[in-house]
């Protein structure tokens, strides 16, 4: 069975990405599962997609825990512990990254085992129409070697064609680059072995308090009451800002966060709303000192408390 999970960001089309993937395996006669995973739905937001395709009936459910093949779209989140890039990996996971940072400097980077590739962008590519998932795509069935340019190309019109010939032509334009480039590695990634039945790992429960309905399920009819509504419980990771490291640049951070959640005070240093910051760790991946770690939640609020 192929194992195979795509990582990027919200609005970078990952998602549609991984129904290309399963929709040209299927095309080929295999079995197929494809899901996206993701919390908020907004841009820049942490998601992967995972695809399994076999010739054999799939029984697996959930997330991958062994992939054969992890495609990054956007190399800011290997730093992000919640993204879970490198979760999984082992001697025998193909890691692809869309960077131009060589492989090597990668390999040694992060330490894996496993074979690491390098997808460098095109002179151009930010000004063309279509998905940067068509890429990844592309990159995903060239590596396996067993689905033909035809079934991709089709899987694309199939996925992409509700937005219209101009995001068709773009993406089978991106695509097929990606399919010639990466000509010589068809067929490097292999079928992973079947998983046993007794290897799965108890959940990690969390005990949650019940409330009444009044406060566990209220309605906001006011306008203009957004401010309200605390989008920090949403959060799992805390960015916290290192005082002694911050240059105070925060027309950086306060500028990537997609939810507005840094200000800045009258000293011009960058302050956090933690009551709106849902966690997405942009901030973290920004910033030019590294003045921003990540700590999770349950630790910073054991900090706070003591």
């Given at each position: 069975?192929?194992?195979i999970?795509?990582h990027g960001r919200g609005?970078?089309?990952i998602k ?24 908020a ?10 695809v ?17 093949l992890v495609v990054?779209?956007?190399?800011t ?7 879970g890039?490198?979760?999984?990996l082992d001697e ?13 400097v990668?390999?040694?980077r992060?330490?894996?085992?496993g074979?690491?590739?390098?997808l460098?962008a095109?002179a151009?590519?930010?000004?063309e ?11 995903v ?9 035809a ?7 199939e996925e992409?064609?509700?937005l219209g010939e101009?995001?068709?032509?773009g993406?089978l ?8 480039q ?12 079947e ?7 108890r ?12 406060v566990?399920?209220?309605?906001v009819?006011?306008?203009a ?5 605390r ?10 800002i290192?005082?002694d ?21 009258a ?6 709303d933690?009551?709106h ?6 901030c973290?991946a920004v ?8 700590v999770?939640?349950r ?8």
């Amino acid at each position: 069975m192929y194992r195979i999970r795509l990582h990027g960001r919200g609005g970078q089309g990952i998602k549609t990405a991984g129904r290309i993937v399963g929709s040209a395996f299927f095309a080929e006669g295999y079995e197929v599962q494809d899901a996206p995973r993701y919390g908020a739905e907004r841009r820049g937001a942490p998601l992967f997609a995972t695809v399994r395709a076999s010739k054999r009936p799939i029984r697996e459910r959930g997330s991958i825990r062994r992939p054969d093949l992890v495609v990054v779209a956007d190399a800011t989140l290997i730093p992000v512990a919640s993204a879970g890039v490198l979760a999984g990996l082992d001697e025998r996971s193909t890691l692809l990254i869309a960077s131009d940072v060589a492989s090597d400097v990668w390999r040694e980077r992060l330490c894996v085992a496993g074979p690491v590739f390098v997808l460098p962008a095109e002179a151009g590519e930010r000004d063309e129409t279509g998905f940067l998932g068509a890429r990844c795509a592309a990159a995903v069935v060239r590596m396996v070697g067993v689905v033909s340019r035809a079934s991709l190309e089709g899987a694309i019109r199939e996925e992409i064609g509700p937005l219209g010939e101009r995001a068709v032509a773009g993406s089978l334009s991106r695509a097929l680059r990606v399919w010639e480039q990466l000509e010589d590695r068809s067929g490097c990634v292999t079928e992973g072995p079947e998983d046993a039945a007794d290897v799965s790992e108890r959940p990690d429960w969390i005990d949650l308090p019940f409330d009444p309905a009044r406060v566990s399920a209220p309605d906001v009819f006011g306008v203009a009451t957004s401010v309200q509504v605390r989008t920090g419980l949403w959060r799992t990771m805390r960015p916290l800002i290192d005082r002694d490291v911050c240059r105070g640049c925060a027309w950086v951070c306060s500028t990537f966060c997609p939810d507005g959640a840094i200000g800045v005070d009258a000293t011009g240093a960058p302050q956090i709303d933690y009551d709106h910051c849902k966690g997405c760790l942009v901030c973290v991946a920004v910033c030019p000192p590294h003045a921003i770690r990540a700590v999770p939640e349950r630790e910073a609020a054991a900090e706070e408390a003591m």
